[in-house]
C-alpha cells in the first residue's frame, strides 16, 4: 500500500473567511466543493490542508484525511483489527471512495482513494 498525501482537515463556519487567513501563509485554493475546500502551496503541491463545513455524505467529521492508492485494502485492514468505522466504505460522488475510522486517539481519520 502506498501513501499519496496526510492532509490535516480543519472544520470552518466561514470557508471563505479561512481561504483568506491561509491565503496570507501562501496557500491557494485547489478544490472547491461549496462545503469543502482544499488549499495547498503553489512550490510544493502535496503541502496541504482542508477546510470543511457540515460533511455532505457523512454524520461526523474527519480531523484527517490520508490518501492511500488501495482503500479497499485499508478498509479490510482496519476492520480485520476491530476499529471502529463511524462511516461506511462508499463512492462519493464527487469521484472518491472512502469511508472514516477510529484512529486510538479517539480521532476520525478519512481514508480515500480516488477512483
Do not use: C, K
Amino acid at each position: 500500500m502506498s501513501i499519496r498525501r496526510v492532509v490535516p482537515d480543519i472544520r470552518s463556519e466561514d470557508l471563505e473567511e479561512s481561504r483568506e487567513f491561509y491565503g496570507l501563509l501562501g496557500l491557494v485554493e485547489v478544490m472547491n466543493q461549496g462545503w469543502v475546500m482544499t488549499l495547498a502551496s503553489p512550490s510544493n503541491p502535496t503541502a496541504q490542508l482542508t477546510l470543511m463545513g457540515a460533511d455532505s455524505t457523512a454524520a461526523v467529521q474527519p480531523d484527517l484525511s490520508i490518501e492511500v492508492d488501495d482503500v479497499d485494502a485499508v478498509y479490510e485492514a482496519v476492520t480485520a483489527q476491530g476499529a471502529e468505522i463511524v462511516h461506511p466504505l462508499r463512492d462519493e460522488a464527487w469521484g472518491v471512495r472512502r469511508f472514516f475510522v477510529i484512529d486510538p486517539n479517539g480521532r476520525v481519520v478519512n481514508v480515500v482513494g480516488h477512483r
